[in-house]
């Protein structure tokens, strides 16, 4: 189904700035296009990519469906779990892009292992394509994540090592362990230019680090999982995401708003400083303040920091205070508490999700003029365009930060947007707590494919030619 200029008038607010003015035809806003996808009956918690052609959702209606990324026709449900699918994770073959299969965790306490072949081969089938049912982890999976061509964490209850094909090579018993530490693992990130290790993030205020170690008594390679040390420099606020920035870098952050850059060669805090906190009076009920980080270019964070969001540098300046200076802030983007963000870089728009069921676009309506030699796709030039300046040193710019302009709104949500998933040339994907899964479509070229379509069915039937004579 295709819907065209899905916008609303929106509510009138009391808030000053909450909303920065848009025409109503949103001459910026490339997503003009919809089309609803049918296939979930509850929230969906999670979109990844597959390939350049698919993307799977995780649902709390106990599956997992597969989908063609230009069509929207569903090409898979996985079925068989007896509880909410909490994550999902499409696992890369060696030295490729394809993915072989899937593996989802569930509330059911258990990890499934789909096979996924060739699109044509499995498209209307179910559950025939569950190759593995797996129960040692003993307790329920948040988050999984591939660390190499073979080999798969999966945090939550415990921390455990598979191989793709779903074989345990070890769980580390945290409860056991730890004495403590509050809350399952929710985040779990690989330790790249040091010793094969990951860090982990659960509702505590403080992350574990793990090394992998691995065994060749046997004729195959067996790993385990060994606690190296806590992290302490998190402050006592439970600690709410955990993100790579770059093979010499990591970042978490804090419920109320504190981030911490860390080495991973060290594991020392490189920077520690505070999102900004002030914020409408309506929004200190917002019991977190950063849901998110997305981190860009090896370089620059987005942040969600409740109703808004703010972008930092992290070799940028810093105030008198030892705080990092934000490139650019704003902190009433929406009405309610940002659930997404995601920094679309060959457009150099931000698209925001969140509670009040809308999705937004922002950046800049001017890109800046560049020389054909210097037009490339480097992050730091689709940076400056979403900015609207040049973050040349010796150029003249505004004052930082800088207020991004509100490019477009998109509302056909029932509920909350829970998560986004840009798809390339195919569009935009949005889901939420409705059940709802919207691919926005560039309205643009849409019209244009249309418009191709059309006159190819002409030319067919042979009503051009006779038009001609």
């Known amino acids: 189904m295709s ?39 509850d929230s969906v918690n999670q979109i990844a990519k597959i390939d350049e052609k698919r993307f799977v959702t995780a649902s709390n209606d106990k599956t997992a469906v597969v989908w063609d990324s230009e069509t929207g026709h569903r090409l898979c449900v996985l079925s068989g779990h007896e509880g909410p699918v909490t994550c999902v994770l499409p696992l890369k073959d060696d030295s490729s892009t394809e993915c ?7 509330t059911d306490m258990t990890i499934r292992v789909w096979e996924l072949n060739s699109r044509e081969s499995f498209e209307g089938l179910e559950e025939q394509f569950c190759k593995r049912v797996v129960t040692e982890h003993n307790g329920v999976v948040h988050c999984l994540v591939q660390l190499n061509s073979e080999l798969v964490c999966s945090g939550g209850t415990n921390l455990c090592l598979w191989n793709k094909s779903g074989e345990l090579h070890h769980i580390f018993d945290r409860q056991s362990f730890f004495k403590d530490e509050r809350g399952p693992i929710h985040s779990v990130l690989k330790l790249d230019n040091r010793n ?33 040390s806590y992290l302490e420099e998190c402050g006592e606020e439970p600690i709410s995401c955990l993100v790579s920035i770059s093979g010499n870098l990591f970042a978490s952050a ?45 370089r620059y964070l987005f942040v969600t920091v409740a109703n808004g ?10 105030d008198g205070q030892g705080r990092l200076k934000p490139l650019a802030s704003h902190l009433n983007a929406h009405d309610c508490a940002i659930t997404y963000l995601e920094f679309v870089e060959s457009r150099s728009l931000l698209v925001t999700a969140a509670e009040d069921n809308a999705i937004r676009l922002w950046g800049s309506p001017n890109k800046l003029p560049r020389d054909t030699a210097d037009v490339n796709t480097s992050y730091k030039a689709n940076i400056e365009d ?13 004052p930082l930060p800088i207020v991004p302009k509100l490019l477009g709104e998109m509302n056909l949500h029932s509920k ?16 939420g707590l409705d059940g709802m899964v919207v691919i926005w479509k560039d309205g643009d ?21 006779c038009e001609a004579t």
């Not at 072989?100 to 569930?106: F, K, L, N």
């Not at 060669?265 to 009076?281: E, G, H």
């Not at 909350?416 to 889901?431: E, R």
């Open 386 to 398: 979403f900015l609207g300046i040049d973050l040349n040193p010796k150029s003249k710019k505004k």
């Open 100 to 106: 072989s299969s899937v593996m989802t965790a569930s």
């Open 3 to 41: 819907f065209r200029n899905l916008f609303r008038k929106r509510p009138d607010t009391k808030v000053e700035d909450i909303h920065h003015d848009i025409q109503d035809d949103q001459p910026y806003n490339p997503y003009t296009e919809a089309r609803l996808l049918v296939g979930h009956t």
């Open 416 to 431: 909350h947007v829970i998560v986004t998933k840009y798809l390339g040339k195919y569009g935009l994907a949005t889901a």
């Open 254 to 298: 804090a419920h109320k708003g504190g981030v911490v850059l860390w080495s991973t060669n060290s594991l020392r805090p490189v920077k520690v400083f505070n999102c900004t906190a002030q914020q409408p009076s309506r929004s200190l009920l917002t019991s977190v303040a950063i849901k998110q980080i997305q981190a860009v270019g090896e």
């Open 309 to 318: 969001f703010e972008v930092y540098d992290v070799i940028g300046q810093e």
């Open 196 to 228: 094969f290790g990951v860090v982990t993030a659960s509702h505590y205020h403080r992350l574990s680090v793990y090394d992998i170690n691995t065994s060749v008594a046997t004729e195959t390679n067996r790993f385990s999982l060994q606690f190296v």
């Open 445 to 465: 070229e849409e019209r244009d494919k249309s418009d191709i379509l059309v006159q190819r069915l002409l030319t067919h039937t042979g009503f051009l030619s």
